[in-house]
């Protein structure tokens, strides 16, 4: 099969697509066809530095967690899956690899039926920002209706999942981001949207009930001043200070912060939310955000882009399984 592979870390470059061998699944694992997978935030910092793959070299050669795809095959002992089933999913830092034309897994990783409602580039992209979002707004932000919720990053992937999940749970969203996707935010459903170019939403006088933060740009005391009197200030890149801080803040009343480690969760966590999540695609009440696609022997150019900070929402990388190395 074609994948993607590198085998030292440095830039974009050292992605190369090569001829490997098709995995076989074990008796508790399903064999999926990749029909798309997406490039996220951090898969260039993977690829570029040693540390979460490794440190010498790559521990694992093909990078990716997210992909949408179909069963070609089960272990005997699957009972949740068969073959022809169309599914979606994360594979989580242990196991990487859906840079590839097919993927083992197991049958309790974290793995949905595809709603019929989406394409396979919609829902290798929504599983991105959604693990992501709904933890930390639903479980540690406890999110309420008729909150005051400022997204800050509001047109990342997931920045765009986190204002339509905000409004799904009744919340007053103001959305952060840049002049150019103030109208793609709006039409997400945010009440409000605020240009960072044009104005610091930390000095314009107005206090939120949640401040999440998706792209790690403020900090807690930046924010303070900002959060209602029983404000929580949440943060998908949490610095030193931020880990002390959340720890103080729970000893404390009043203004709080809060971080979840939403890659280390449970597998079995992750397919309930992916569950939850088919719900609200099926009603139309949350939907994809696709910036750009890119074949899958393109993976360094959208490397390239995804590395200069400035998509909107996902980009997808598509998997053509007759087109030639």
Same mark, same amino acid.
């Given at each position: 099969?074609?994948? *993607?592979?590198?085998?030292?870390?440095?830039? @974009?470059?050292?992605?190369? #697509?090569?001829?490997?061998?098709?995995?076989?699944?074990?008796?508790?694992?399903?064999?999926?066809?990749?029909?798309?997978?997406?490039?996220?935030?951090?898969?260039?910092?993977?690829?570029?530095? @040693?540390?979460?793959?490794?440190?010498?070299?790559?521990?694992?050669?093909?990078?990716?967690?997210?992909?949408?795809?179909?069963?070609?095959?089960?272990?005997?002992?699957?009972?949740?899956f068969k073959k022809s089933d169309k599914v979606y999913?994360?594979?989580?830092?242990?196991?990487?690899?859906?840079?590839?034309?097919?993927?083992?897994?197991?049958?309790?990783?974290?793995?949905?039926?595809?709603?019929?409602?989406?394409?396979?580039?919609?829902?290798?992209?929504?599983?991105?920002?959604?693990?992501?979002?709904?933890?930390?707004?639903?479980?540690?932000?406890?999110?309420?209706?008729?909150?005051?919720?400022?997204?800050?990053?509001?047109?990342?992937?997931?920045?765009? *999942?986190?204002?339509?999940?905000?409004?799904?749970?009744?919340?007053?969203?103001?959305?952060?981001?840049?002049?150019?996707?103030?109208? #793609?935010?709006?039409?997400?459903?945010?009440?409000?949207?605020?240009?960072?170019?044009?104005?610091?939403?930390?000095?314009?006088?107005?206090?939120?009930?949640?401040?999440?933060?998706?792209?790690?740009?403020?900090?807690?005391?930046?924010?303070?001043?900002?959060?209602?009197?029983?404000?929580?200030?949440?943060?998908?890149?949490?610095?030193?200070?931020?880990?002390?801080?959340?720890?103080?803040?729970?000893?404390?009343?009043?203004?709080?912060?809060?971080?979840?480690?939403?890659?280390?969760?449970?597998?079995?966590?992750?397919?309930?939310?992916?569950?939850?999540?088919?719900?609200?695609?099926?009603?139309?009440?949350?939907?994809?955000?696709?910036?750009?696609?890119?074949?899958?022997?393109?993976?360094?150019?959208?490397?390239?882009?995804?590395?200069?900070?400035?998509?909107?929402?996902?980009?997808?990388?598509?998997?053509?399984?007759?087109?030639?190395?």
């Amino acid at each position: 099969m074609k994948a *993607i592979v590198y085998t030292k870390f440095g830039s @974009p470059d050292v992605l190369e #697509m090569k001829e490997v061998a098709k995995p076989t699944p074990k008796d508790n694992e399903v064999l999926i066809r990749i029909v798309a997978t997406t490039v996220a935030a951090e898969d260039p910092g993977i690829r570029a530095r @040693p540390g979460l793959n490794g440190f010498l070299k790559p521990k694992k050669p093909i990078l990716g967690f997210y992909l949408a795809g179909e069963v070609e095959a089960v272990g005997k002992d699957v009972k949740r899956f068969k073959k022809s089933d169309k599914v979606y999913g994360n594979t989580g830092l242990g196991l990487l690899g859906t840079y590839a034309e097919y993927i083992c897994m197991p049958e309790e990783a974290a793995l949905a039926m595809k709603p019929a409602n989406i394409t396979y580039e919609e829902a290798a992209a929504l599983p991105n920002g959604a693990l992501t979002a709904l933890p930390f707004l639903r479980d540690k932000g406890k999110i309420k209706s008729g909150q005051k919720v400022l997204i800050n990053g509001a047109s990342g992937a997931v920045g765009t *999942i986190a204002v339509q999940f905000a409004k799904y749970f009744g919340a007053d969203v103001t959305g952060v981001c840049s002049t150019t996707n103030l109208e #793609m935010v709006k039409s997400l459903g945010a009440d409000k949207v605020i240009d960072y170019t044009q104005e610091d939403f930390t000095k314009n006088g107005q206090t939120y009930d949640i401040i999440f933060d998706t792209v790690g740009k403020s900090s807690f005391s930046g924010c303070k001043g900002s959060l209602t009197e029983n404000g929580i200030y949440l943060t998908t890149v949490p610095s030193p200070a931020t880990m002390i801080q959340m720890l103080w803040t729970s000893m404390t009343g009043g203004k709080k912060v809060g971080i979840a480690a939403t890659g280390l969760r449970p597998s079995n966590e992750k397919t309930k939310e992916l569950i939850f999540l088919n719900g609200l695609i099926e009603t139309g009440k949350i939907k994809a955000v696709i910036d750009r696609s890119y074949p899958l022997e393109q993976i360094a150019e959208a490397h390239k882009y995804v590395e200069a900070g400035h998509k909107k929402g996902n980009v997808v990388i598509t998997i053509d399984h007759n087109a030639k190395i």
